[in-house]
């Protein structure tokens, strides 16, 4: 049963709540004063308060202050003879769940104690509720802070259960493998094979017998019979990255795959029956790969069952201290570099850039920081971003890096120029070209104070 501090001054009315709450089956500690209460409170595992308002030394509503400083979730209930309105609000405002004004009966303490012990058990689930929540909704090797990324661990958790085949989308470097990865950890399949293949790594004359095995004398160099990835993930769950390069011929066998759950080797007549699931990812738009006709639209809409798109870094950078952090330790414990943090100007540098390599491209970032720290703790002067224009294709389109407009491209000019010069304001100017007033107005447009330092 709960145990329940009484803190009141007067003996004969602490014995009566004493003797009353014992026989509803509570255990009981009691106070004539709060600093006795307060010692209690540091030495049992009180599950409600009781005070008086009107006490010896300390006064009730110091004692609920006290309590709370100590115990912010414990539930408090005040008395006071008082009776005045001010007493109470007071009361509530310092953390008071509840009051009751004397002269009460006991039947309604009674009734006021159960409440609030009622209303602490509800918040306990509900606070249980959340943490298995948040538990549900992550993965050891995802960060998802941001709503974006909360909502893609919905999605996994929702199609893991499932045999559905999943089509994962976004640009190269956000994380796809890790999020097919999760996928079949949290599937039925878990204790079965994760194959990955990338088709892009394989010459297009090898991708079938990579996929699919060939014969003993399928072609010349096949000296032994060889499994292919499908057959290896029997039972398991085949990741299979930028399928969108997958050459037409390749294209009709795994729809064949994904419809009859059977193929033969290169080399063989003989059906090989598997039973494995098939996660597709992708960074090009294969609607746009459809209408260009190198992609077949009847193994596209086999692949788009279950669709995840997972944004770009820089629409998410809700991840990124987060995903520093776990990058910092990893590569700490891999190199064995004692850097243990990220100053706060280092980090808003991290969260501004706009990462056009996404989150591969800030494991980079922060693994040669690590590298090439000079303290234990990342400095402005340890990141070094890349800064380069991308290059044009056609000579027009993508001269900016991807996600960033002209003003903001000249901001991060700016700033790395500050950098540069250890933040010397008239050595940053020389190295833009600038005059040292032209400076001082674009240094006020982004937020940076000119704080006059000593120009050289």
């Known amino acids: 049963m709960p145990t329940i501090l009484i803190v009141e001054d007067e003996a004969r009315m602490r014995r009566l709540l004493e003797l009353n709450l014992s026989e509803d089956g509570f255990t009981t500690l009691s106070a004539g004063d709060a600093e006795s209460g307060l010692k209690l409170l540091g030495q049992n595992a009180v599950d409600l308060v009781v005070t008086d308002l009107k006490l ?14 100590q115990n912010a979730a414990l539930p408090v209930v005040v008395m006071t003879a008082f009776g005045t309105v001010e007493t109470a609000v007071d009361a509530m405002k310092a953390g008071a769940s509840d009051y009751v004004l004397k002269p009460f009966s006991l039947s309604e303490m009674r009734m006021v104690i159960r409440k609030e012990l009622d209303v602490r058990d509800l918040r306990e689930q509900n606070r249980s509720l959340r943490e298995a929540l948040g538990k549900r909704l992550a993965h050891p090797n995802v960060v998802a ?9 919905a999605t996994v958790e929702r199609v893991a259960a499932t045999n559905s085949t999943v089509l994962l989308g976004g640009e190269s470097g956000v994380g796809k493998d890790l999020i097919a990865r999760a996928i079949h ?8 094979p994760f194959i990955k ?29 060889k499994p292919g990835k499908f057959e290896m993930a029997d039972k398991g769950t085949l990741f299979l990255d930028e399928i969108g390069d997958v050459p037409p011929v390749t294209q009709v066998k795994l729809l064949r795959v994904l419809q009859e759950r059977e193929f033969e080797r290169l080399g063989s007549t003989k059906t090989v029956k598997v ?34 798109d997972i944004a770009p870094l820089r629409q998410r950078k809700e991840d990124i201290p987060d995903l ?20 706060p100007e280092a980090m808003q540098i991290l969260v501004n850039y706009h990462w056009p390599g996404n989150v591969r491209e800030l494991h980079n970032i922060i693994e040669r920081a690590c590298a090439l720290a000079k303290g234990l703790v990342l400095q402005p002067a340890d990141i070094h971003l890349d800064l380069r224009p991308a290059r044009a294709a056609n000579g027009g389109a993508g001269f900016l890096p991807e996600g960033m407009t002209l003003e903001h491209w000249e901001d991060e000019m700016i700033k790395e120029a500050l950098r540069r010069a250890d933040g010397n304001k008239s050595q940053a100017a020389r190295l833009l070209g600038l005059s040292r007033n032209a400076l001082r107005y674009r240094l006020s447009k982004i937020g940076i ?8």
């Open 185 to 192: 950890e949290k599937s039925r399949r878990a204790a079965g």
């Open 56 to 69: 010896p030394g300390m006064n009730g509503l110091e004692f609920l202050q006290a309590v709370k400083r």
């Open 145 to 153: 802070r941001s709503a974006k990324m909360q909502e893609v661990l």
């Open 324 to 343: 520093v952090n776990l990058f910092i330790s990893r590569c700490t414990g891999d190199s064995g570099k004692p850097v243990n943090g990220i100053t």
């Open 449 to 456: 104070a000119d704080e006059g330092e000593k120009d050289s």
């Open 275 to 308: 039973d494995v699931r098939l996660i597709a990812a992708t960074n090009r738009d294969l609607r746009e790969a459809l209408e260009q006709g190198t992609f077949r639209e009847d193994l596209y809409y086999r692949l788009n069952v279950v669709p995840i």
């Open 197 to 225: 293949i990338n088709s892009t790594a394989i010459p297009e004359n090898l991708l079938e017998s990579e996929l699919f095995g060939y014969e003993k004398g399928a072609f010349t160099g096949a000296n032994v019979s």
